[in-house]
């Protein structure tokens, strides 16, 4: 089965600095897709970057990217000139695709947090 | 464009009472619905997933149920609720490449 780790519960950094989430999954599939997904206070889950696997280039969002290890079934978001909107849960998350449907696995999560 | 509903935001129930969340798609045909639990502090579990009418797959046994009666329209009930189904609880759909989570209910079982 597939399983997503995010061994990092908890990051900080300062306004305007860099921080780099850590995330690695289990899957014996070879095409797949991966996601990093905020979640705010709110609670609302939002998109912020998608890597299919079999592409070697690492995705970017703006002041948003991601290193891509497919080999070693790592995947890490960037985050620069972090601002202080950045601050919530992050979740990495694998999708597969069963009978039509696409099922997400997500990891544990890792709660970023903005220092001014 | 698309936009997906889900209702009630906050939801308080006592031990043994039914169970009914409803949520809704817009702007879109024969999409993908996926019901997702989140218990505190964790990440999110898929419970129920639907690729058409009437047709639910369930992936974790429990209390609960899923139903879909219309293409757009995706129901999580339970007949008798547990302290144990406390949690948020998050609809999504999918369609192609694209997935979108509703802003979620949060029950608590009292």
């Known amino acids: 089965a597939q399983t997503v780790t995010q061994s990092q519960p908890e990051m900080s950094v300062q306004e305007a600095e860099t921080v780099t989430l850590s995330c690695t999954y289990d899957?014996?599939?070879?095409?797949?897709?991966l996601f990093w997904y905020k979640q705010p206070p709110s609670r609302q889950m939002i998109l912020v970057i998608r890597?299919?696997?079999?592409?070697?280039q690492n995705a970017t969002e703006n002041r948003f990217s991601v290193n891509f290890q497919k080999a070693a079934k790592s995947f890490s978001l960037k985050i620069s000139d972090s601002q202080l909107g950045d601050a919530a849960m992050y979740f990495c998350a694998y999708r597969r695709t069963i009978q039509g449907a696409q099922k997400l696995v997500f990891g544990q999560g890792t709660r970023l947090t903005i220092n001014p | 464009s698309q936009t997906i509903h889900q209702w009630p935001a906050t939801l308080v129930q006592p031990v043994g009472s039914p169970l009914s969340l409803e949520c809704t798609v817009e702007g879109t045909s024969n999409p993908n619905l996926y019901w997702y639990r989140q218990a505190a502090g964790r990440g999110l579990q898929l419970l129920f997933y639907?690729?058409?009418?009437?047709?639910i797959s369930s992936e974790v046994p429990q209390n609960l149920s899923a139903s879909r009666p219309q293409d757009r329209q995706f129901i999580l009930s339970s007949k008798k609720l547990l302290l144990s189904d406390s949690g948020f609880y998050l609809c999504?759909?999918?369609?192609?490449?694209?997935?979108?989570f509703g802003s979620g209910t949060r029950l608590t079982v009292v």
């Open positions: 999504a759909w999918s369609v192609f490449l694209g997935y979108t």
């Open positions: 890597q299919e696997a079999y592409k070697q």
């Open positions: 899957t014996s599939e070879s095409d797949y897709y």
């Open positions: 639907s690729v058409g009418i009437g047709q």
